[in-house]
């Protein structure tokens, strides 16, 4: 009797023997998810720039403007700081609005399009193609007397009307935030 124990415990040793290479590839598995992960949030990095550097995070989408709500996100900073194209594409109008607010659109080549707001300098024409990263503008407070900011939105359909929370595009475009 004690060997026929002997025996179940033998093969229950080998019986469990095979879990533990299971194990040890589902851990692997979680850490092939993680840079799984690493690396979609590297590519998505890739597909689109950063607006700005060195920023910090201003107003943030839907703040109360009195008569609207704010329709973007500010990133604040120093004068003249570079404003970057997120992504390549045409600019789409730049003008200086009624308020004094030095304004770019850009269309992507995605469909989306992208407001800056309150530039010092605006160094791009209408109808212009820009590249992904190219500089566009110089930060200022045009509009903003005092307040050194770039308004960012995000018309991700294309359409103003249509613009969307833009904070998950700069968190996956910026990596300082
Ligand atoms: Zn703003």
Sequence with gaps: MPRFIAIVCAFLILGLLPAAPSVASASTNGSAATQARAQE??????????????????????????????????????????????????INRTKRQSNGALQIVLRGK???????????????KNGQRVKKGQVIGKMGDSGSRGQVHLHFEYWK??????????????KRACKSI
């Design 110 to 124: 995605s469909g989306s399009m992208f407001y800056y707001g309150h530039m010092d300098k605006v160094l791009i």
């Design 41 to 90: 949030a590297k590519k998505n990095r890739k597909g689109k720039a950063c607006p700005t550097k060195n920023f910090w995070l201003g107003a943030g989408w839907g703040v109360d403007r009195g008569s609207r709500s704010h329709k973007g996100v500010d990133l604040g900073g120093k004068r003249g700081t570079p404003i970057f194209a997120v992504e390549a594409g045409r």
């Design 157 to 170: 359909s294309g359409r103003e009307s249509d613009a969307i929370n833009p904070i998950k595009f700069l």
